[in-house]
């Protein structure tokens, strides 16, 4: 089946940069798209961004448009996702995940393959 690992979480200062990798094997690498979510204790887990692997078609959510940017590197299997301009309300565990199926990337039910989560603290 294979597995997703993600990394580059941390501790940062509010206006500050991380970037998070996560890393494919198996089919977790293949399909349709993979993407970022987040969350916070006592909350659902919500979409951050997506990338589809054929044509690179990227969706963000709006909280995060101008400040993060998701990537793709398909020789390493590799999706990235640089944020900048941190905020304190971006204090979560990250998680990414891949789908193999059509539709719209937003939606958490439809992915197929999961990470373990990368903590990421945004001081203020």
């Known amino acids: 089946q294979g597995q997703l690992v993600e990394s580059g979480g941390g501790l940062v200062q509010a206006g500050g940069s991380l970037r998070l990798s996560c890393t494919g094997s198996?089919?977790?690498?293949?399909?349709?798209?993979a993407a970022w979510f987040r969350q916070t204790p006592g909350k659902e887990r919500e979409f951050v961004a997506g990338?589809?692997?054929?044509?690179?078609?990227?969706y963000y959510e709006d909280s995060v448009k101008g400040r993060f940017t998701i990537s793709k590197d398909n020789a390493k299997n590799t999706v990235y996702l640089q944020m900048n301009n941190l905020k304190s309300e971006d204090t979560a565990v990250y998680y990414c995940a891949t789908r193999l199926t059509y539709g719209a990337l937003s939606n958490t039910a439809r992915y197929d393959y999961w990470g373990q989560g990368t903590q990421v603290t945004v001081s203020s």
């Open positions: 198996g089919r977790t690498s293949s399909g349709y798209a």
């Open positions: 990338i589809t692997w054929n044509d690179d078609y990227t």
